[in-house]
């Protein structure tokens, strides 16, 4: 049984959660402010594993609990936010631990979505596929310029991305760029994902970045009562009621879906590809 333990590892600001053996996120909080950072630390690409959104769940719980003022989200990981999904969740899996897998990302993606308390990522890094789900997640998202890409590029490897990841970058870039978009399998650039909507501010640093983030939780924190809450949830509730509508569905159209030979030859052509570039 996972327990998160909390202790104070300075004399002075931050205090550290530290998660199971294997500490593939980092979590930090601010004493003053209540406001946490968790870093994505699973090397090499911070591909989402079920291990990986066992413990972003773990955290989100415990964030809930703790009544926390605010989430950073971010990476560990040079150049890299997350890389999305790991494929290797994928081939060559077998029903049960797929349907695990899809399951995990389902209630992560849910509490990560539903959080009561403020959220941002913070994109130091590539954000492809389900990395760019996570940014969409959270309330505001600061990527750093100019090399960074972001985007649902599913289309390219040859699977769907699920209607859920669609209609939340429908919620924030309207419906027909998200469908010239994830039809395109479009990665976007720091300044063009600026332009058309899908991140809040770019940055050219982390002093940056981190100015920006304090910058947007100073100018939310003051609110008095749970009426942001009120109106997150509200902003955000047709998807959430849909998607628990169809989630056991979906569950079972993904496994049908992924365990089809033609599915995993493209999966398996898509990592070769990975492999082989230069
Ligand atoms: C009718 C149907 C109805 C319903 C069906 C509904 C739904 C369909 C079913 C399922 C939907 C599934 C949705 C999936 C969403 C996803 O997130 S899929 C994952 C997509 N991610 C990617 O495509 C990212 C690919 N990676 C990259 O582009 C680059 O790696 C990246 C830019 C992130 C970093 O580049 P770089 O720093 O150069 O690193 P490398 O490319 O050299 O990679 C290092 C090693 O990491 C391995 N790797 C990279 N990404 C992944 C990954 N996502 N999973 C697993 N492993 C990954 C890469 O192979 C390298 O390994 P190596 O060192 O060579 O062994």
Not at 26 to 38: A, Y
Not at 42 to 58: A, D, F, G, K
Request: with cysteine; glycine share 4%.
């Amino acid at each position: 049984m996972y327990h998160l333990k909390k202790f104070n590892v300075t004399s002075g600001k931050y205090r550290k959660l530290f998660s199971s053996v294997a500490k593939v996120i980092d979590v930090s909080t601010d004493d003053k402010t209540n406001i946490t950072r968790v870093y994505l630390q699973r090397p090499p690409v911070n591909s989402l594993n079920s291990h990986l959104l066992t413990e972003i769940s773990y955290i989100m719980d415990d964030l809930e609990k703790t009544k926390c003022k605010g989430l950073v989200l971010t990476s560990n990981i040079v150049n890299i936010f997350s890389a999305g999904l790991d494929l290797t969740e994928f081939y060559k899996t077998d029903i049960q631990k797929l349907s695990n897998f899809w399951t995990t990302l389902q209630n992560t993606w849910l509490k990560l979505y539903t959080a009561t308390f403020p959220t941002v990522a913070l994109i130091n890094g590539h954000s492809p596929a389900a990395g760019c789900l996570l940014a969409l997640s959270c309330d505001y998202r600061i990527m750093l310029s100019p090399h960074y890409t972001i985007g649902f590029n599913e289309a390219k490897i040859g699977i769907p991305a699920p209607f859920w990841f669609i209609e939340v970058m429908q919620s924030i870039i309207g419906s027909r760029k998200t469908e010239l978009s994830v039809l395109t399998g479009q990665m976007y650039k720091t300044d063009e994902a600026l332009a058309i909507g899908l991140i809040d501010e770019t940055a050219i640093n982390l002093t940056e970045a981190e100015s920006k983030v304090n910058s947007f939780f100073k100018n939310i924190i003051a609110f008095p009562g749970k009426s942001r809450s009120l109106m997150k949830k509200d902003c955000r509730d047709h998807i959430v009621q849909k998607f628990l509508l169809k989630k056991d569905e979906e569950r079972e159209l993904v496994i049908e879906f992924i365990m089809n030979p033609k599915t995993q030859k493209n999966i398996e052509l898509y990592f070769k590809a990975l492999q082989n570039k230069v």
